[in-house]
């Protein structure tokens, strides 16, 4: 956990924060393995302290690329406003961002997918800066192939965790096939905009008049918004936060993407429409060779609870079940298919 006292100091010198208290720093409940979340008592802010960087950034490049995050998309009135940076330091290693305050409760799926859908399609609708404006985000002009690398990259892991014969064989099956999809999509256009790509239900809130806000932002990037829809609405990520895990079926997640359907212009929704399966298809390849990278032995961080840990063991066992996989894959390999929904 973070030292408070080393947090108010750097906060007190920053401009609006002289008059804070040590006594109004208040630890939130801890959610997730990448940050810890300090709330500022009666001033609507909360302080997001990095305990590490997802990309293997510097702490200063990994702090900047999350602030783009925030300020790029916060016109969409669906992230919380960016209000300051504590730049790293000796005392603050991956310094912090303070960011507004979002008061509300974890989606309750599949009721709150509606919002979740017009919250992603505001976001997605953001101006789309010329391509020498878009860094320091990532940019995916081929988002096929640009997933397929960061799947490539994480599968290494594979090797080392270890997996059931006949998940391994499953997965050995998706790669090969996502590696020839990629041939075959060579050169074709799909849409692309700014998407948050970590987008599963635990990561927005639903504030009291029913707007699903995103407060987790830190993977963002230029990229197919296909991708943001499959990561809301997979198993593997409805299941990862225990406020919000509900065991829905495909006909349930369906919702969440005839309403996204429903907040965009036609034209845009007939140019996604066809992406949408494999990039499905593509991101539940994505997330479950990032989990292999747990399962081979990557550390959590020390002060992550006992509760939280057992939680992750359960997801990761589950997320390699070969029953478990078999489930998902049928998806695309059986009859149950996403557009016999839309």
């Known amino acids: 956990m973070i030292n408070l006292d080393v947090l108010h100091a750097r906060l007190v010198a920053f401009e609006g924060l002289r008059d804070l208290v040590r006594g109004d720093l208040h630890p939130m409940a801890v959610r997730g393995i990448v940050h810890d979340h300090i709330r500022l008592a009666g001033l609507g802010v ?8 997802v ?23 669906h992230v919380p406003k960016l209000l300051g940076v504590l730049e ?21 799926l599949p009721d709150d997918f509606d919002a979740i859908a017009r919250a992603l399609a505001r976001i997605h609708r953001e101006i789309v800066p010329p391509e020498t404006e878009r860094l320091p985000l990532v940019y995916h002009r081929d988002p096929v192939a640009g997933t397929l690398e960061r799947i490539e990259t994480q599968a290494e ?3 080392r965790a270890a997996i059931d014969a006949r998940a391994r064989a499953a997965l050995d099956e998706e790669l090969d096939w996502a590696r020839r999809f990629a041939i075959e999509v060579r050169g074709l256009e799909q849409p692309s905009c700014l998407v948050m790509t970590d987008t599963h239900p635990g990561n927005f809130i639903i504030a009291p008049e029913g707007k699903a806000v995103l407060v987790d932002l830190e993977k963002g990037m230029y990229g197919s918004p296909a991708i943001d829809l499959a990561h809301a609405s997979l198993y593997t990520s409805i299941m990862w936060d225990p406020q919000c ?13 005839r309403a996204y359907l429903g907040e965009i212009d036609r034209p845009a929704a007939e140019a996604i429409r066809p992406w949408f399966q494999p990039m499905r298809r593509l991101t539940w390849l994505r997330t479950t060779t990032w989990a292999a990278g747990w399962l081979a032995g990557r550390a959590l961080p020390e002060d992550v609870p006992d509760r939280l840990v057992r939680w992750i063991d359960g997801r990761l066992k589950d997320y390699f079940d070969p029953a478990t996989i078999a489930r998902i894959r049928h998806e695309w390999l059986g009859e149950d298919e996403l557009a016999a929904y839309l």
């Not at 909360?46 to 960087?53: H, T």
């Not at 990309?55 to 969409?76: I, N, V």
């Open 46 to 53: 909360v302080a997001r302290v990095p305990r590490f960087n």
């Open 55 to 77: 990309w293997g950034m510097t702490p200063g490049q990994g702090l900047a690329y999350q602030a783009t995050c925030f300020q790029r998309a916060w016109p969409s009135g």
């Open 88 to 108: 790293p330091s000796p005392d603050l290693p991956f310094g912090a961002l303070l960011v507004e305050e979002i008061r509300g409760h974890p989606p309750r």
């Open 157 to 159: 892991a594979l090797d």
């Open 245 to 257: 895990a509900a065991d829905i079926g495909l006909a349930d997640a369906a919702r969440l993407y």
